[in-house]
């Protein structure tokens, strides 16, 4: 009897097994690597969302389970070919009144948009989420041109050749 339960089961998850399609969300951005903003930044991060294995279109729709203090995202639904990547966008912006050393949490969340099967049909929809956090760090002072110190500035230049032109033309005029 107990053999028979455990059959059943590995059948079961056989069958099921294999109908689960796999859809992706690709990110610069992740728990382990921040984004890295300064109080007053505003920037767009975009991924992807990938189908891998479903033979036809998918439909996502998006939703931010954390951070939308910082973020927005457009809902969708973004369709995706199979095979093929859809890019999306989330807006970020970091409050002025942020901190240096403060950390935002983003989470967010792709659900597949279920179809309708008809006829008493069952229909599994799947999701993923990802999340990336966004540290607070001091602005980066712009990098200055060093000034030249002892140089020769353009004018000076233009001034020199006038000088020189005007010498020649005056010695070529006393030769005559």
Same mark, same amino acid.
């Given at each position: 009897?107990? +053999? ?13 097994? !294999?109908?689960?399609?796999? &859809? =992706?969300? =690709?990110? $610069? ?19 992807? #969302?990938? +189908?891998?294995? &479903?033979? *036809? $279109?998918?439909?996502?729709?998006? /939703?931010?389970?954390? =951070?939308?203090?910082? /973020? ?14 859809? +890019?999306?966008?989330?807006?970020? %912006?970091?409050? /002025?009144?942020?901190?240096? =050393? ?18 008493? !049909? ?6 993923? *989420? *990802?999340?990336? +956090?966004?540290?607070?760090?001091? %602005? ?10 002892? !140089? ?7 001034? &020199? &050749? ?5 010498? #020649?033309?005056?010695?070529?005029? %006393? *030769?005559?």
């Amino acid at each position: 009897m107990t +053999n028979k339960i455990i059959i059943g089961f590995a059948i079961m998850i056989l069958i099921i097994a !294999g109908s689960v399609f796999a &859809i =992706g969300v =690709g990110s $610069t951005y992740s728990a382990e690597i921040p984004l890295e903003m300064y109080p007053g930044q505003e920037q767009k991060v975009i991924f992807s #969302l990938e +189908n891998q294995d &479903i033979d *036809r $279109t998918i439909s996502l729709e998006g /939703t931010l389970l954390e =951070g939308s203090e910082i /973020t927005s995202l457009d809902k969708g639904p973004y369709d995706v070919k199979k095979g093929e990547s859809v +890019n999306v966008e989330i807006k970020v %912006k970091v409050p /002025t009144s942020a901190n240096i =050393g403060d950390s935002y949490s983003v989470l967010y969340e792709f659900v597949q948009v279920s179809e309708s099967e008809g006829d008493g !049909g069952t229909s599994f929809v799947q999701g993923i *989420r *990802r999340g990336f +956090n966004v540290d607070v760090v001091e %602005k980066p002072v712009a990098e200055e041109e060093p000034a030249v110190v002892g !140089g020769i500035s353009w004018i000076w230049w233009a001034v &020199i &050749i006038v000088a020189v032109v005007l010498i #020649l033309w005056w010695f070529m005029k %006393k *030769r005559e």
